[in-house]
């Protein structure tokens, strides 16, 4: 993501911190903006290119639209229910 969890540097970034925290799931961030290398090698990795990008169980999950979508729906919750009971 662009910054931190604790300090978000972007709206979008922002708004799947706050999803993850209201969800009450662990979760770490990476800060792109603080490694360039990173910030294009994940675009790569993902086959996405903008951040946040939201990772569960070590596979790319979506962007910032798709989790608002999915946190919407309770999809977002069934699946961090079911990573974290496995
Ligand atoms: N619609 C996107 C919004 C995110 C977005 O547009 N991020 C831009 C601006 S913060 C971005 O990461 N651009 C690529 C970059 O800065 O490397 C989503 O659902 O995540």
Known sequence: MKGTKDFPQCGFSNTVV??????NVPFETLNILENEFLRQALKEYSNWPTFPQLYIDGEFFGGCDITV?????????????KTMCS
Do not use: R
């Open 69 to 81: 979508e999915a946190y919407k729906s309770g999809e977002l919750q069934e699946l961090l229910e």
């Open 18 to 23: 706050q999803i993850l925290k209201l969800l």
